[in-house]
């Protein structure tokens, strides 16, 4: 059964169906003439193309909140911090408040040894956590501080808050937003707790102007 996505008017009538196999029949009527021409693959391809095009947005702010990011440490790099700054390969959400919940953030090996080196160094009890939200993704930067040994680790991560309002209940839910830190091939994981999840919700100002 086709299902009918547009149906045109006037002398020349046009049609637009999806066909049981997701090919894209356009029906076209002109002067008492049916034309039927039948585009294989045509919707899927649109659909990639829409993807791959969300895709690149996505890209192109994370590229620009690196960019900022990599300013705001050259600041506090200028006032005689010294500063960690993760690449995260990979940001994921978690829900179960059974089980691991917070932020799961895949970083580069060499990156987890030295994050291990610098934990184990310092000690971090201040937090500052800066955010921008684009449509329904946060990108949040979270800069922990020893202001004694005067290091800073410096972590940015995203998430959307539309598909992972989960995650936010979750960690409202149990009062502390952890993120937790793995490698590759590592068993171990290294976690930073905070305690106010709301540091890291939307702001409400940001939801409405995307």
């Known amino acids: 059964m086709d299902i009918l996505l547009y149906k045109g008017c006037g002398v020349a009538g046009i049609s637009f169906f999806i066909r049981p196999s997701n090919h894209l029949l356009v029906v076209t009527k002109k002067n008492g003439n049916t034309k039927r ?3 294989p693959g045509l919707l899927q391809s649109l659909t990639m193309t829409d993807e791959r095009s969300e895709q690149s947005q996505f890209q192109l702010l994370w590229q620009e909140f690196l960019t900022d990011i990599e300013a705001t440490a050259t600041e506090y790099e200028e006032d005689g911090w ?3 700054t993760v690449t995260p390969g990979d940001v994921t959400p978690l ?3 059974e089980k691991p919940f917070g932020l ?3 970083i580069p090996n060499p990156e987890f040894d030295q994050l291990h080196t ?3 160094d310092s000690t971090f009890e201040n937090v500052d956590v800066y955010k921008n939200t684009v449509s329904s993704t946060v990108f949040v930067l979270v800069v922990e501080r020893d202001p004694v040994s005067e290091t800073a680790v410096f972590i940015p991560v995203y998430y959307n808050f539309v598909t992972d309002s989960e995650f936010l209940s979750a ?3 149990y009062g502390k937003m952890p993120i937790r ?3 590759l091939g590592v068993d171990d994981q290294l976690t930073f707790v ?3 999840p709301s540091l890291f919700a939307p702001d409400r100002s940001d939801e409405e102007d995307g």
Do not use: G, K, M, P
């Open 171 to 173: 960690a409202e839910e």
């Open 37 to 39: 021409q039948l585009f």
């Open 104 to 106: 799961s953030v895949l």
């Open 95 to 97: 829900y179960d408040t």
């Open 118 to 120: 610098v934990v184990s």
């Open 181 to 183: 830190f793995r490698a």
């Open 194 to 196: 905070h305690d106010d």
């Open 82 to 84: 010294v500063v960690h």
